[in-house]
């Protein structure tokens, strides 16, 4: 995938994630809602299109899609909250491009929180 199409998909996935995120927001944290089915529909989705690319073309580099695409894909990778395998996957390649200088480690350890929460202690 070229690096405007990534950054142009990568916002166009975080947008849905918001969208669906404010339709709760204020409403209910109640997890029986209609609405978190929503909420919980795009991210799956996300997370099982950011696992193609990830697969394909490795972490999205910060160097090459810029600080706001590599922001929303950080973003896919902590709404993956159902996805857990996925979500420890994301780790791990993020690890790596924070370590290579290519990811924010501040939003790294946001991630890695999530993992732990998630999954318990990470590798």
Known sequence: ME??????ELERRAALDQEARSAVDG??????TELWDVVNAVDADNSGWLIDVV???GWPQLSE??????TNA???AQHADRQPEQQRLFHQLMA???????AE???FAYLEDRVR????PVD
Do not use: K, M
């Not at 409403?27 to 029986?32: E, G, L, Q």
């Open 3 to 8: 690096t405007s199409e990534l950054q142009a």
């Open 27 to 32: 409403w209910s944290d109640d997890p029986r």
């Open 55 to 57: 697969t394909e073309q």
């Open 65 to 70: 899609i810029g600080e706001e695409a590599a």
């Open 74 to 76: 950080w973003l896919l």
């Open 96 to 102: 790596a491009a924070v370590q290579a200088g290519e």
């Open 105 to 107: 480690p501040r939003l």
């Open 117 to 120: 929460i998630n999954s318990g």
